[in-house]
């Protein structure tokens, strides 16, 4: 177990639709990411944030964003979902932001868009 | 978006054999990490490597940061059949973020 949790576990939608996904991190740390991870494109860096501010991203479409809140958990919200858009979703933590930081990962959330 | 080289792609061993992997890329990272995946899982943090040349191991796994600070291996012994999963290498450039770089993956079967 990383301590890494998320919610839910699986999500099952339909096209159009708009979802959220929620991330707790490991007690501690003030970093939090995003990964999509489907069979074609392996694991994809979505999006960082830090202590609640947006630090980096990756390959977010626009269509999808985030916020890290006080208390650190973080969301991901997806909205006019296609097909495409079914993969694994994770989310790491670590402890800062900068210098060799180990990311831990959570169980990740599997969505499927139909 | 960008990807680790990483081989072979699969592995099909019997259990007791020891496997190689690694993992390249055509910039120079600061840190390498070697990753573990079970189906349906998240990937599982195995070895972190954060200078070139070193040499570390978790019990049967050993990994190296290569000198050229553009590649890492990762060895397994005597390997067993609760080793099966996807590895995945992970380099970290450095600067103002944490991000991570994937490899492309390495699927290991054992058969007991």
């Known amino acids: 177990d990383s301590g890494v949790t998320q919610t839910p576990k699986h999500l099952i939608t339909a096209t159009g639709q708009r979802v959220t996904l929620r991330c707790s991190p490991r007690?501690?740390?003030?970093?939090v990411y995003w990964y999509q991870q489907s069979l074609d494109q392996g694991l994809q860096f979505l999006i960082q944030?830090?202590?609640?501010?947006?630090?980096a991203k990756g390959n977010i479409l626009e269509r999808f964003s985030a916020q890290q809140f006080p208390d650190l958990h973080s969301e991901l919200n997806l909205s006019s979902l296609e097909l495409g858009d079914s993969a694994l979703y994770f989310c790491?933590?670590?402890?800062?932001?900068?210098?060799?930081?180990?990311?831990?990962f959570g169980p990740g959330t599997r969505l499927t868009v139909l | 978006g960008q990807q680790l080289n990483q081989s072979p792609q699969s592995m099909f061993i019997q259990e007791g054999e020891d496997v190689s992997m690694n993992c390249t890329s055509s910039?120079?990272?600061?840190?390498w990490l070697w990753y573990k995946q079970d189906p349906g899982e998240g990937p599982v943090l195995l070895i972190a490597?954060?200078?070139?040349?070193e040499l570390t191991s978790n019990g049967r796994l050993t990994a190296q940061f290569g000198i050229t600070r553009k590649d890492s291996f990762l060895n397994i012994s005597a390997s067993i059949p609760s080793d099966v999963g996807i590895y995945f290498c992970?380099?970290?450039?450095?600067?103002?973020?944490?991000?991570?770089?994937f490899g492309t993956g390495t699927l290991l079967a054992v058969q007991p």
């Open positions: 790491a933590s670590s402890v800062g932001t900068s210098g060799p930081n180990e990311q831990f």
């Open positions: 007690s501690g740390d003030l970093s």
């Open positions: 944030y830090y202590n609640g501010e947006e630090r």
């Open positions: 910039s120079i990272f600061n840190t």
């Open positions: 490597l954060y200078k070139a040349g």
């Open positions: 992970a380099g970290f450039y450095g600067g103002a973020t944490n991000k991570l770089i």
